[in-house]
């Protein structure tokens, strides 16, 4: 009986090591970090590592909708094979970027991969990418150190469509100085690595120009009353409040300033963070004279996109790196298209380096969020960043100032 | 006498009056010179205090269904918070539906009411839905089982509504009724808060009456006391701990409207913080004793509201407000180490924990 | 007559549910998600299990209660349960059809419609699954008359085609670290799940095995206790064996996994100290995970500049610390008792999570920005120095560290200590009666507990570099508790088994992505529901309590339930 087994075995060894030894000869890959290769109808692997469960879990689900309706804008295909497009949670913390990241790392028909939601999970998963050759593009991170050159956390193949905090803070904090003329500030943070330093740099930036930081404070992302911080943050007279957060502590701020004693009239601010439509239902008729900062997304493009974002989901967009996530994809695949070798059967050969030099090289790319110019260590954001402001029954918010 | 008095004073002892000597020093000296500076005006006291027994009227109403289960089944029902959530979480369609036609500016309160009917019906029968699939076939189970199969409830909960409508927000629209302040000298109150504060005060005595006087709530407290001897008297237990989750479903879902009313935003994890300070504050004021939620709610509300800027901001610690939650389990602490059962609470025998 | 009577209306009651509970889970989103994950390539996916398995189940549930055991009459019961099942599913569709149920319920669809006509036009494609229905449930009562043997043979190779269908795109991962060994499996799979040939393959292995085995009678070993000893020692070894290999054989991700597991593990050992021993309900325990991670952060980390000392200098303070932090904790809650306990703990471990998220000690704890490049461990001297960095070096480490806590736990378990813990969980007023001393025996409790979950933080910080205050959320505390209860209270080989159960498992379940927490409740709630006392319920105490009884192991989980 074993003896029988054994032989069978063994003539498949033989059998699979004969078939795997004349398969055909491909073509010669000269890349430094290898190459992808997609035989005939199979999929082009772009994976994403977005936070689309949990507490968090808008983030990540509506960057992911904004891929989607990039793939189904391009037909779901690129150069002729259809794109499989599947990924893994997150979770907005760290451990669930190391584990997404090795699994994601694991798979090696992935070309590229779309995320990570959250800075530090871009930090921990970005060594794992980077090892693995792919192409990684962020709709959502904005810490500055992960595009600093020269940091240890800015990795090979790393890019991003998100507004870097260090751009964003300064112009915010250069339209409350000079344009509205205003000089003392308080600002506010939700603990997000995204909040906490475009703060820091607003009120630094606030600071140098010669303002006055009368308070820079804190709330939790799941907090609903926000009077003793607002009360707290009274006390300063400030004229104007700056907090990056999100939704729906942000709603709560922008309705709970105005019933706050002292606030009443105070100017209020926030970043792309609460460019959404949701500011509109959460901030309520409190929401007129609101103001954001944010990349220019707005034109007959966009309003596309929404239009299609509700027929495939049905719901408006739930969260505000979409666009971002849309032009990720974008971005991705002209990259492919431009250094892909495509052979006389219909293999598709991806040089993973080249691949990751034509996304470097990526300029006036017109896209959702603007025109896309990346620099070498992976900023590709437009910088070009508009205030906007909310008035009560009108979505998008009217643009006030642009630089 | 000095000798027995020594026996009684341990080395632990002194360590824990220690702790709480130095919890109550730092918020005493907290308080002097957060006064002493002048920072706040008294307006802004007062509308802090307001505010934060709003908060804790909310906190009462949700903390109803763990003091009333756990007075029933000794257990913590860690699924109530997602009881809570599904009742606003639903409404949140009718009034939206309400407000379209133009009905719930016309007659507001008609409106609220029926919001708050669906509330407390959706609250209501999952909280029934949960107590029959998972903790009924465990009555006799070890007390920790039921609590864990409650955690796993209050996952598959969140995550069902998820499903349901969504993981985006939904808000509730302004009731133009409820907007504005009235003037009282120099402080302002809020409509929407008096609201609160009042309704929740009348939930509360209708919910004390319902236990103390009706005969289903002396149903209940008998078979609190003893399950066995109650089903002797005929008393059908079964029924009567699927009244006791209705009840406190219910109130969870009157809750949430009362916590719409204040903070109009909803969605699928809403729940998961309330519910914490719910349960917090039905422990503060002693779990199982229905006077001791409400105090105990009130006490957490307004810690949280006042707390921050009254104890840190004279220590000259920045940020204060974010440590506010910290302040409030401090302050829990402090008060469990001198009543080791809640401020309300009756000192438990093992036989009842 | 009368009972034909309540027959009938048990087959609809049980059709109409299994209908709700069908809805209910499309609603969610599910069977639309899963639509195009197949479980054989093509042809069966899960989304239609979905819809179909529900049905099945409750027209069992019908044929279980029905009166009368004659063949006909119970097709016919299962095929009404199944008809009004799909009525309630055909219903939703019509509504569907007539109101846009979709400004509330973001799942109610066309699409999910479609999938319930079968892609067909919806008239005719309904009708398609009205039969469908109906014939599931005949199905269904045609498989219960099969014999047992049969019957067992055929349940276990579906259960099996499924599970294995949908880890398809797991197993083909670990598969492709295998080399050539992975051609042979190849044919198993395709695109992700399993081929036809496979399906039939593991259908027929798996079903032949469970027919093979059915009726055997089941062999008791009563080997003398010398041989029984060598075979408990080889087969140590030989798990040692593997789990020293586990992590080349396996590949990195899984390493990931099974570092995950360990670390729970660790903690698990530690909670299970504190209320499994000693019967202390702690609700906080991730502060002292954090209390050790953090120390680790502040005194190694050269972004913060303090110390800059290696991970092993670091290690003994990390230890003391959350050492401290236990008997701390301890002091004040001496007294409390049952929730009031519960509630101090999970206020404690709120307070450091706040504490080490707060902008105040954001100088020496690194906030929100938390702290990065944590040194790693070394291993060994000089020119053999080793720098532990990878999920699958660090495997080792943890696993080492395992050995040694799981060794003291059982020691201390079988110790004097562990004796009074006991005594003290069974009832207090009692224990302190008989002299012991309460203070010393919680405070040792916490300590011990806050020790093994301080190393699970020094670990956690060393596998993944860095460290932000949202790792140590009141989740983490309800993971470990769960994982403790799951596996069997108090029971030592119940923390792994609870371990691997539920964080091993949502690792697996990562292939539902959004809906890993939906199934992952579901599963909390069914493990506890089938088994009350736990995975590997501990038998020492309930045997202690009833000496003279000794009762044998079928009892001992009824006795379990009944002693609460």
């Known amino acids: 009986m074993s003896k029988r087994l054994f032989a069978v075995l063994s003539l498949f060894v033989a059998a699979a090591l004969l078939l795997t030894s004349c398969g055909q000869k491909a073509y010669e890959c000269d890349d430094p970090i290898g190459c992808v290769v997609i035989g005939p109808n199979e999929p082009v692997h772009i994976a994403y590592a977005l936070v689309v469960a949990g507490p968090n879990e808008t983030l990540g689900i509506d960057s992911r909708n904004g891929v989607e309706i990039a793939i189904s804008d391009t037909g779901g295909e690129i150069l002729g094979h259809p794109v499989q497009f599947d990924g893994e949670d997150t979770g907005c913390n760290a451990e669930g970027g190391q584990a997404a990241g090795t699994k994601l790392a694991a798979d090696s028909t992935i070309v590229a991969v779309i995320g990570t939601s959250c800075s530090s999970e871009a930090r921990v998963a970005m060594p794992l990418f980077s090892e693995a050759g792919f192409v990684v593009v962020s709709p959502s991170n904005t810490a500055p150190d992960l595009t600093e050159p020269g940091n240890p956390n800015n990795y090979p193949g790393y890019f991003r469509t998100a507004h870097n905090d260090q751009v964003q803070g300064r112009v915010a904090a250069e339209f409350a100085y000079n344009v509205l003329g205003l000089r003392r500030a308080a600002t506010i943070h939700d603990g997000s690595l995204y909040a906490e330093k475009l703060q820091e740099v607003f009120a630094n930036t606030f600071a140098e120009l010669g303002g006055t930081v009368t308070a820079q404070e804190a709330v939790d992302p799941n907090q609903t009353d926000m009077s003793s911080v607002l009360t707290s943050i009274a006390a300063g007279n400030p004229e104007i409040i700056y907090f990056p957060i999100f939704m729906p502590a942000g709603g709560f701020i922008i309705r709970q300033a105005r019933t706050t004693p002292g606030l009443e009239e105070v100017y209020l601010m926030g970043a792309d963070g609460l460019f959404s439509p949701d500011v509109m239902e959460g901030g309520g008729a409190e929401v007129e004279g609101f103001m954001v900062s944010s990349p220019l997304v707005q034109g007959p493009d966009y309003d596309a996109f929404v239009a299609k974002y509700q027929e495939m989901f049905g719901t408006a967009p739930i969260s505000i790196f979409h666009a971002h996530a849309y032009d990720a994809y974008m971005l991705i695949k002209a990259a492919i298209e431009s250094v892909a070798i495509v052979q006389d059967d219909g293999t598709l050969i991806i040089p993973r380096q080249a691949l990751r030099d034509a996304m470097a090289a990526t300029s006036n790319f017109d896209g959702l969020t603007g025109n896309l110019t990346c620099t070498p260590t992976g900023d590709c954001a437009d910088p070009y960043i508009a205030v906007y402001q909310y008035h009560a029954g009108q979505y998008p918010p009217e643009v006030i100032w642009q630089p | 006498m000095f000798r027995t008095w020594r026996q009684k004073i341990t080395l632990t002892d002194i360590l824990v009056w220690v702790i709480g000597l130095s919890i109550a020093v730092v918020v005493v000296w907290g308080t002097i010179s957060t006064l002493q500076s002048g920072k706040y005006s008294v307006e802004s006291w007062f509308d802090l205090a307001v505010k934060g027994l709003a908060l804790g009227g909310v906190y009462a109403l949700i903390a109803m269904g763990y003091t009333l289960v756990y007075g029933i089944l000794r257990m913590i029902n860690f699924a109530h918070s997602e009881v809570f959530m599904s009742g606003p979480f639903t409404a949140v369609f009718l009034a939206n539906a309400l407000n379209d036609s133009g009905f719930l500016n016309r007659y507001p309160l008609l409106g609220i009411l029926a919001i708050a009917i669906l509330s407390m019906a959706v609250s209501m029968s999952v909280a029934i839905l949960v107590e029959r699939v998972a903790y009924r076939p465990l009555r006799n189970a070890p007390r920790l089982v039921p609590l864990i199969t409650a955690i796993g409830a209050s996952f598959f909960l969140q995550y069902t509504f998820r499903g349901f409508y969504g993981s985006g927000f939904e808000a509730y629209p302004t009731i133009e009724a409820l907007n504005g302040a009235w003037q009282l000298g120099t402080v302002r109150l809020f409509k929407t808060q008096v609201v609160v504060i009042i309704a929740a005060l009348l939930m509360m005595l209708l919910l004390y009456a319902i236990v103390m006087w009706s005969k289903l709530g002396k149903a209940m407290r008998a078979v609190s006391e003893d399950k066995e001897a109650a089903a002797l008297m005929g008393i059908d237990v079964d029924g009567i701990i699927v009244f006791t989750f209705a009840l406190g479903g219910a109130a969870a879902g009157a809750g949430g409207v009362l916590y719409i009313l204040q903070f109009p935003v909803v969605h699928f994890y809403m729940g998961f913080i309330p519910g914490l300070k719910a349960f917090t504050s039905a422990v503060l004021g002693g779990i199982g004793n229905v006077p001791g939620a409400f105090l105990g709610a009130i006490v957490l509300g307004l810690l949280e509201s006042v707390g921050p800027n009254l104890f840190l901001d004279g220590l000259g610690i920045p940020v204060a407000s974010q440590l506010k939650d910290a302040i409030a389990f401090i302050i829990l602490v402090f008060i469990l180490i001198f009543r080791p059962s809640g401020i309300l609470g009756e000192r438990l025998t093992q036989t009842k924990v | ?564």
Request: aromatic residues 10%.
């Open chain 3, 1 to 564: 007559m009368q009972n034909k009577y309540t027959d009938w209306k048990q087959a609809l009651r049980s059709g109409l549910l299994g209908g709700i509970i069908v809805v209910v889970l499309s609603l969610i989103g599910i069977v639309a998600a899963f639509e195009n994950t197949y479980v054989v390539n093509q042809l069966v996916s899960f989304g239609e299990i979905l819809i179909l398995g529900p049905v099945a189940a409750l027209s069992l549930s019908a044929i279980r209660k029905a009166t009368s055991r004659q063949a006909g009459f119970l097709i016919l019961t299962a095929a009404i349960s199944g008809l009004a099942s799909g009525l309630v599913i055909l219903a939703l569709a019509g509504v569907g059809q007539v109101i846009n149920l979709r400004a509330m319920f973001l799942n109610a669809s066309e699409e999910l419609y479609a999938i319930y006509a079968y892609k067909q036009a919806l008239v005719p494609g309904l009708l398609l699954r009205l039969l469908a229905c109906i014939v599931i449930g005949a199905l269904t009562a045609g498989f219960t008359l099969l014999p047992d043997r049969i019957k067992s043979a055929l349940g276990q190779g579906l259960l099996y085609v499924v599970f294995i269908g949908l880890m398809g795109r797991l197993l083909t991962m670990m598969l492709s670290n295998w080399g050539f060994v992975a051609v042979l499996f190849k044919w198993i799979f395709t695109a992700n799940s399993l081929s036809l040939v496979g399906a039939i393959v593991v259908f027929l292995l798996t079903g032949g095995l469970a027919y093979w085995r059915h009726g055997r009678p089941k062999v008791k070993r009563s080997l003398e206790p010398r041989k029984q000893k060598v075979i408990r020692w080889s087969m140590l070894g030989g798990v040692g064996l593997i789990l020293i290999f586990l992590p080349n054989i396996l590949g990195l991700w899984f390493s990931e996994i099974l570092d995950n597991v360990g670390l729970f593990i660790l903690m698990g050992l530690g909670l299970n100290i504190v209320v499994g021993f000693a019967g202390l309900l702690d609700l906080g325990y991730v502060a002292f995970y954090a209390i050790g991670a953090y120390t680790i952060g502040v005194l190694t980390s050269p972004e913060l500049g303090f110390f800059n000392w290696t991970f092993w200098q670091a290690f003994p303070v990390a230890l003391l610390m959350a050492f401290f932090a236990g008997v701390l904790l301890g002091l004040p809650i001496l007294k409390m008792r049952g929730d009031y306990l519960a509630i101090v703990t999970l206020g404690f471990g709120e307070i450091i999570r706040i504490l080490v998220l707060s902008d105040w000690l954001k100088p020496w704890l690194g906030g929100t920005q938390g702290i990065q490049r944590i040194q790693r461990p070394v291993i060994g001297f000089g020119g053999y120095a080793r720098t532990l960095e990878s999920q699958q070096e660090l495997y080792y480490l943890i696993l080492v560290g395992i050995v040694i806590v799981a060794f003291i736990a059982i020691r201390l378990r079988d110790s004097r200590l562990g004796r009074t813990w006991m005594a003290l969980r069974e009832d207090e007023d009692v224990a302190v009666a008989m002299g012991i001393n309460h203070v010393t025996t919680k405070l040792t409790a916490f300590a011990m507990g806050a020790l093994f979950s301080g190393i699970g933080g020094t670990l956690f910080a060393a596998k993944i570099g860095s460290i932000y205050p949202s790792s140590f959320q009141f989740l983490v505390s309800i993971n470990i508790l769960s994982l403790i209860i799951v596996g069997g209270m108090g029971s030592i080989p119940g923390v792994f088994v609870g371990a691997l159960a539920l964080i091993g498992l949502p690792e697996l379940l990562r292939e539902f992505a959004e809906y890993r927490y939906l199934f992952y409740g579901a599963a909390l709630v069914a493990m506890m529901l089938i088994k009350p006392e736990g995975l590997w319920p501990e038998a020492r105490h309930r045997i202690e309590l009833h000496e003279e009884e000794t009762p044998p192991p079928e009892e001992e989980a009824a006795t379990a339930t009944e002693n609460a």
